[in-house]
């Protein structure tokens, strides 16, 4: 099993930033991808972005060139850098990375409110 935890949501203003953390823990012997996804209420869960172990991002269009998404291998990390917050950005995000099955963190709240 694969435990990941995140941190660094909250309330931001609209324009503003936020940086998300996720650390993986547990039986982590290949992690291939790591990355985000994010739920708004009454909307179906959707990709944020995605890195692999080679240092590959892909990212949802609408989040392309105000987020980026980082990672470190040798720790089990991924962040997500998010500038330029708009309030449609608000969702709960949820960590994600896949070794021979998918898995998923608790999920972290991110109001983009003014």
């Known amino acids: 099993q694969v435990q990941l935890v995140e941190s660094g949501g909250g309330l931001v203003q609209p324009g503003g930033s936020l940086r998300l953390s996720c650390a993986a823990s547990g039986s982590i012997f290949s992690i291939a991808a790591m990355g985000w996804f994010r739920q708004a209420p009454g909307k179906q869960r959707e990709l944020v972005a995605i890195i692999t172990s080679g240092g590959t991002a892909t990212y949802a269009d609408s989040m392309k060139g105000r987020f980026t998404v980082s990672r470190d291998n040798a720790k089990n990390t991924v962040n997500l850098q998010m500038n330029s917050l708009k309030p449609e950005d608000t969702a709960v995000y949820y960590c994600?990375?896949?070794?021979?099955?998918?898995?998923w963190g608790q999920g972290t709240q991110v109001t983009v409110s003014s």
């Open positions: 994600y990375c896949v070794t021979v099955k998918p898995y």
